[in-house]
T-cell receptor, first 114, second 109 residues
Framework: DAGITQSPRHKVTETGTPVTLRCHQT?????MYWYRQDPGHGLRLIHY???????DKGEVSDGYSVSRSKTEDFLLTLESATSSQTSVYFC?????????????FGQGTRLTVV | KNEVEQSPQNLTAQEGEFITINCSYS?????LHWLQQHPGGGIVSLFM???GKKKHGRLIATINIQEKHSSLHITASHPRDSAVYIC???????????FGKGTKLSVIP
């Protein structure tokens, strides 16, 4: 599993509440990514990080923020959850930039916004 | 039009059959990944290709850069191969991966 842990694995939350998902790695990889997976769509990049305190937006970043204060942790925050953010969220890591090495994914977090 | 197209979307096979899943892309790439996702499970990297062919057990992945096409083959398929197989490309000069929508494979005993 390449030492990636996502928490929580499942969460149900109410519309308008903030939610934080955590991705923890033990591999000391520099690059970390948050994706969402929805029926009818491929995985889509939300945000990524290329080092501590270095983050950038992906293609579906609206309504999400991230933080990386330590190499091993990458947090994804839904500032005010909406039903459209009901999804399965995956964290991924890679040793080098651009993922031109093998990509390792977490087990996913299923988030339901009611 | 999606940059990464997979076919078929769904595939049902009898145990023992030879299976091919196709991936076509429309952009310049530096690498292509094949990933596997079991129902309710995480995503596992099977292959990363930039040219030619790779083999791991009963799985074979090929890529033709000129034709912008890759195939994933499974020989002697088994019910435990039932999963969604996802193709992803890394565009040249980009950090990001672009994913296909996946091919759902069901192998029946």
């Amino acid at each position: 599993d390449a030492g990636i842990t996502q928490s929580p694995r499942h969460k149900v939350t109410e519309t308008g509440t903030p939610v934080t998902l955590r991705c923890h790695q033990t591999e000391n990889h520099r690059y970390m990514y948050w994706y969402r997976q929805d029926p009818g769509h491929g995985l889509r990049l939300i945000h990524y990080s290329y080092g501590v305190k270095d983050t950038d937006k992906g293609e579906v970043s609206d309504g999400y923020s991230v933080s990386r204060s330590k190499t091993e942790d990458f947090l994804l925050t839904l500032e005010s959850a909406t039903s459209s953010q009901t999804s399965v969220y995956f964290c991924a890591i890679s040793r080098t930039g651009g993922m031109n090495t093998e990509a390792f994914f977490g087990q996913g977090t299923r988030l339901t916004v009611v | 039009k999606n940059e990464v197209e997979q076919s078929p979307q769904n595939l049902t096979a009898q145990e023992g059959e030879f299976i091919t899943i196709n991936c076509s892309y429309s952009v310049g790439i530096s690498a292509l990944h094949w990933l596997q996702q079991h129902p309710g499970g995480g995503i596992v990297s099977l292959f990363m290709l930039s040219s030619g062919k790779k083999k791991h057990g009963r799985l074979i992945a090929t890529i033709n850069i000129q034709e912008k096409h890759s195939s994933l083959h499974i020989t002697a398929s088994h019910p435990r191969d039932s999963a969604v197989y996802i193709c992803a490309v890394q565009r040249t000069g980009s950090y990001q991966l672009t994913f296909g929508k996946g091919t759902k494979l069901s192998v029946i005993p």
